[in-house]
Each structure stands twice: as structure tokens, then as C-alpha cells.
């Protein structure tokens, strides 16, 4: 069982509702899925699964296919910055959703930020690519 924030949830339904969320921005062509694994450095969530998209358009289907597809399983989440659509931040409690364009990803840069966590293995994902290799690449527009 995992217990966060006096809600306790079966670890195979959180690790559902992870690969569900997972599924829908691969879906949606998300690049460089990362998922990071907080439990035991984070109080207010278990993982993070960052992504990122090539134009706003893009991040907010990210963000629609997410939220679409957990509201089927009767998931809600608080949804910050869908409009401007540069960082859109997914909170579902036990995890949070991080969208972003290529640029705000580089800027806020939250796996050096989380550098102690773990990164968690996400299948049908890309490698996470290091901030060096991402910076040389060319930005996709």
C-alpha cells in the first residue's frame, strides 16, 4: 500500500493510473518521457512524469489525452497553465503530470532540479536524453 497525504491507495492501481497517463502522451507523441520516482525526497507526491512537445498545440493534446483518459477511470486532477500551454502541471495527488514546451523544459530543467531521484524505467519511452545532448539537438518546430 502506498499512503500520501491520508489518502491510501493499492500500489497496482497508482501503478495503473502512472501507465495510463504514460500511454496517452506516447499516444500524442510526447517526447523524452521521464518518470522520476519522489517517494522518500517529496512530501506532496510520489513521482513526476515529465514530457515535453514540439508547439502549445501540442502540449495541451498531451495534456487532453491525460486527462481524457484518466477521467475514464474516474481520476481527477488540479490542471495549472493549460492555457498558455508552455508548462501545463497535472497534479493527480499521488503523482504530478509535467507538460512542456521544448524551450520551458530546458529553462525550468526539473530533472537537475530532482537530480536525487530516481529515474523509473518507462517502457516504449525514448532514453531520457541529458540536458547537454538535448541542448545540442535541434529544436523541432
Not at 17 to 40: C, F, P
Not at 85 to 90: N, Q, R, T
Not at 113 to 126: K, M, Q, R, S
Request: with cysteine; proline share 2%.
Amino acid at each position: 500500500m502506498i499512503a500520501t497525504n491520508s489518502i491510501v491507495r493499492e500500489a497496482d492501481t497508482l501503478k495503473k493510473e502512472i501507465s495510463l497517463a504514460i500511454a496517452a502522451a506516447l499516444d500524442k507523441k510526447a517526447l523524452d518521457l521521464v518518470v522520476l520516482d519522489l517517494q522518500g525526497i517529496s512530501s506532496f507526491t510520489d513521482y513526476f512524469l515529465i514530457c515535453h512537445g514540439t508547439s502549445v498545440r501540442q502540449t495541451q493534446a498531451i495534456a487532453d489525452a491525460i486527462e481524457d483518459r484518466l477521467r475514464a477511470e474516474k481520476v481527477r486532477a488540479s490542471v495549472e497553465g493549460y492555457h498558455s500551454g508552455e508548462w501545463i502541471l497535472m497534479d493527480f495527488v499521488d503523482f504530478v503530470v509535467h507538460v512542456f514546451t521544448h524551450d520551458k523544459r530546458e529553462y525550468f530543467d526539473l530533472e537537475r532540479l530532482w537530480g536525487d531521484a530516481p529515474h523509473v524505467a518507462v517502457e516504449g519511452a525514448a532514453e531520457p536524453v541529458s540536458r547537454r545532448r538535448r541542448k545540442a539537438m535541434p529544436k523541432t518546430v
